[in-house]
């Protein structure tokens, strides 16, 4: 259908139809697989980047590194990174302590000064299952972001991932 359309409507249209269409499908179910490996979720990053470049009107090796960025798209390998700050960021403003108890966030405690200082102490992990744990994954986000989550706005969350 949408290949069909892309000729006579205009791109926001086809934006506001891959988010109607295709990004439910996509965000259905995500935190269950979202935390996939990589080559699992390679089938439905190439589905995004054939949307982008439909949008375009570009030739199917034509690189989409920027088109995420133009239309402000988070591409599925950031995804759950990003939904998960974004629920951090919710449950911060309101107060959730339990969230806080599941996540097991604790203020990293340094024996020595240094230039760059990790805010969060992460758990330990010895697997890749590990990596997936929120005891893990919230702590190293936050290290590693360079956004104030509680005051920016959730476009510049948004915009920060789709890069």
């Known amino acids: 259908m949408i290949y069909k359309s ?28 979202g935390t996939a490996p990589r080559s699992a979720l390679h089938e439905i990053l190439l589905i995004q980047k054939k949307f982008l470049r439909l949008v375009d009107g570009l030739p199917y090796r034509y690189t989409t ?14 995804m759950y990174k ?35 200082q990790q805010k969060w102490s992460s758990a330990r992990r010895r697997t890749s299952y590990g990596e997936q ?10 290290n590693n972001i360079s956004v104030d989550l509680l005051t920016c706005p959730m476009k510049c969350i948004l915009n920060y991932f789709s890069g």
């Open 6 to 33: 892309k000729e006579f409507l205009p791109v926001k249209i086809l934006i506001m139809l891959y988010r109607t269409l295709v990004l439910p499908n996509i965000n259905y179910c995500f935190l269950v697989w």
């Open 65 to 78: 590194a920027g088109l995420f960025e133009n239309y402000s798209m988070v591409s599925v390998h950031n």
């Open 82 to 116: 990003c939904r998960l700050l974004l629920t951090y960021r919710k449950v911060r403003l309101d107060n959730n302590a339990a969230f806080f108890e599941i996540a097991n966030l604790s203020r990293a405690v340094h024996s020595y000064p240094c230039r760059y």
């Open 133 to 142: 744990m929120l005891q893990y994954t919230i702590p190293s986000l936050l």
